[in-house]
């Protein structure tokens, strides 16, 4: 991935685009990707990596404030073993060949979802880049890893019922606010739009609480198929979205 500033191209379009400070992502398709095109299915969650980097460098340049992509999924844990090593494995080669330009583009990296069942020395790689980022002021990239929106709101609950068994916290008192801040994007903004590539349309199990208002977009493209083009064709339908929030809409207005 390079994404410094001097070889960064121009967007394509940037008005009247209306551009999302939080867009969440759901990269599916990797594998069907591959097996389009005889090839292993690893081979496509390779491809996605670097589709994922494009993405990256994409919001930067258009100016989306805060990134979460679906990595890996509470429920991928079905999948045949060797394929789930190489996932987790793809996760430690992006955090150590991209750490660095990350750090030099100012990219604030935060990995949500459960520590359980990680691997002692992938939790520490977790911290790490997290840590070596945290100053950073630009984009914030939000990787869901070993996520589930139900596993997520769960424990917020489980969080806020040991504050109540400890008197900390009255019961009475538990609202909105209490669960966003026991989640764990707790600090972020509510995803604005959120893209699910493949043609599948579902939300499965992503950012479940958050994604209460967010516009959906619905892509055929496969995730390593994903380009510039593509993005920018979200962002024209996002564009023309009334936004309501439950009221009128300005259409009405």
């Known amino acids: 991935m390079s994404i410094d500033p001097a070889i960064v191209a121009e967007p394509v379009q940037r008005s009247p685009l209306r551009v999302p400070q939080h867009l969440g992502v759901i990269m599916d398709g990797n594998g069907r990707w591959a097996t389009a095109r005889g090839k292993r299915r690893t081979e496509g ?18 100016g989306v404030g805060h990134l979460t992509v679906f990595s890996f999924s509470s429920e991928n844990w079905s999948r045949p073993s060797e394929e789930v090593s190489f996932i987790f ?8 060949s991209d750490l660095q330009r990350l750090i030099r583009n ?32 630009g984009l914030v990239l939000v990787v869901a890893f070993n996520y589930g929106g139900k596993a997520e709101i769960a424990e917020a609950t489980r969080r806020i019922a040991r504050e ?24 972020l903004p509510d995803p604005d739009l959120i893209i699910r590539t493949s043609g599948e349309q579902r939300i499965s199990n992503f950012l479940l609480w958050q994604a209460a208002y967010a516009e959906f977009v619905f892509v055929d493209e496969h995730w390593p198929d994903f380009d510039e083009a593509s993005f920018v064709r ?20």
């Open 89 to 96: 494995n793809l996760l430690r080669r992006f955090v150590a």
């Open 45 to 62: 969650h390779v491809e996605g990596v670097k589709s994922l980097r494009k993405m990256v460098e994409l919001c930067i340049t258009y």
């Open 106 to 137: 100012n990219v604030q990296v935060r990995i949500i979802g459960s520590r359980d069942g990680l691997e002692p020395s992938l939790v520490r790689l977790i911290d790490d880049v997290e840590a070596k980022t945290a100053g950073n002021t």
């Open 164 to 187: 109540v068994a400890a008197g900390r916290l009255s019961a009475d008192d538990i609202d909105e606010t209490t669960i966003e801040a026991a989640l764990y994007t707790a600090g």
């Open 234 to 253: 979200v962002l024209e339908t996002f564009s023309q979205r009334d936004r309501r929030y439950g009221g009128i809409g300005t259409e009405q207005s």
